[in-house]
């Protein structure tokens, strides 16, 4: 499992953060980081291909 270093001079601020919503810091990073990604993700496009009945074939 990676594990990344998170910079020290963010530990501190990460600490003081979590203790003031009586979090543990883990769960306050997952919960950053999560809320970051659903900022930045792409939206999933809706599938607009119609899907192929099993009996219907392609002739070539």
């Given at each position: 499992?990676?594990?990344?270093?998170?910079?020290?001079?963010?530990?501190?601020?990460?600490?003081?953060?979590?203790?003031?919503?009586?979090?543990?810091?883990?769960?306050?990073?997952?919960?950053?980081?999560?809320?970051?990604?659903?900022?930045?993700?792409?939206?999933?496009?809706?599938?607009?291909?119609?899907?192929?009945?099993?009996?219907?074939?392609v002739s070539h």
């Amino acid at each position: 499992m990676y594990s990344p270093k998170i910079r020290e001079d963010l530990v501190p601020r990460i600490y003081r953060a979590a203790k003031e919503k009586k979090l543990p810091m883990t769960t306050w990073v997952n919960q950053a980081v999560e809320l970051r990604l659903q900022e930045t993700a792409p939206q999933p496009q809706p599938n607009t291909e119609r899907k192929k009945d099993s009996h219907e074939y392609v002739s070539h």
